[in-house]
C-alpha cells in the first residue's frame, strides 16, 4: 500500500509573512492559479506553483465552505499537506469593505494621473486588483 492511500483529507494552512490565516482540514481546496483554478483533493499529486491574486475557497471537513482574498505567493502540495505561502489572505469575514472601497478610489486617481512622469500605474493597477478582489471575496462572507 502506499503511503498516501490512508490520506481523505487535504491539511490547509495560509500564511502570510504576518503569521498563520488558517489552518483546516479540508475535503477540497481551491487556489488561484496562474492559468486558472486549481482544485486540491486528498491525495492529489505533489505540486509546487505560483499562485496570484485571487480567492482561495476551501470545503471544510462538514461541508462548509470557506473563503479568502489572497495577494500573489506559493502554493506547495505534498501528502496531505498544502501550505500556501502568500504577500496577504484575509477571511471574507475579516475584509474591511470601506478599506478596499478607498484603496479602489485611490488607485483610480492615480490611474488618471498615468501620463505624468513619475506616476506609477504598475502599482496602482496592482492595488486596484487587490481591492476588487477583496470586495468580490467580501460578498461571499
Ligand atoms: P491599503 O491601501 O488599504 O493598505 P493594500 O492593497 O495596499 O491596501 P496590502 O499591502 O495588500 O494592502 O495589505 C497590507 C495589510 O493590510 C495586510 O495585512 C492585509 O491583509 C491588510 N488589508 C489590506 N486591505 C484590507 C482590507 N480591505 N480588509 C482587511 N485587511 C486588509
Do not use: F
Not at 487535504?10 to 503569521?19: I, L, Q
Not at 486540491?40 to 499529486?45: E, G, S
Not at 506616476?119 to 476588487?132: L, M, P
Amino acid at each position: 500500500m502506499e503511503a498516501s492511500e490512508g490520506i481523505k483529507n487535504v491539511k490547509c494552512e495560509v500564511v502570510t509573512p504576518e503569521g498563520l490565516v488558517l489552518d483546516e482540514h479540508a475535503q477540497m481546496v481551491v487556489i488561484p492559479g496562474e492559468v486558472g483554478e486549481i482544485g486540491v483533493l486528498p491525495r492529489h499529486a505533489p505540486i509546487v506553483t505560483n499562485t496570484i491574486v485571487g480567492e482561495v475557497r476551501v470545503k471544510t471537513m462538514d461541508g462548509k465552505m470557506k473563503h479568502l482574498a489572497v495577494g500573489n505567493g506559493y502554493a506547495k502540495m505534498q501528502y496531505d499537506r498544502l501550505m500556501l505561502l502568500v504577500d496577504t489572505a484575509e477571511k471574507a469575514e475579516d475584509i474591511d469593505i470601506d478599506r478596499a472601497e478607498e484603496a479602489i478610489k485611490r488607485a483610480e486617481k492615480w490611474l488618471d494621473q498615468c501620463h505624468e512622469a513619475g506616476v506609477d500605474c504598475y502599482r496602482a493597477q496592482q492595488s486596484r486588483n487587490r481591492a476588487k478582489n477583496r470586495l468580490r471575496v467580501a460578498g461571499k462572507a
